[in-house]
């Protein structure tokens, strides 16, 4: 198995605050979704309308980790180009 290249010190930064803005917004999305749970009193709602609710969630989540998850990978490849 190779070792990854040495990180350059502004590359090991970049890949750390892209890993601190995913798991902020991931954290940010939930409290929104959850607040909205309860202001829009979705405990009481149909089976159907929860299901709805949280696929959307879900989608919600899928989109700010696949767009975050891009932008790691991105800063990888910078990595490796740079070493």
Do not use: N
Request: glycine share 8%; net charge positive; no cysteine.
């Amino acid at each position: 198995m190779r070792d990854a290249p040495p990180a350059a010190p502004g590359v090991r930064a970049d890949l750390k605050r892209e890993l601190v803005i995913l798991v902020g917004l991931v954290v940010l999305v939930d409290g929104v979704f959850i607040a909205i749970y309860y202001a829009a009193a979705l405990g009481a709602a149909s089976g159907d309308r929860k299901l709805a609710y949280t696929a959307v969630w879900v989608l919600a989540t899928l989109v700010v980790v696949w767009r975050s998850l891009a932008r790691i990978r991105a800063a990888r490849v910078r990595q490796r180009r740079g070493a």
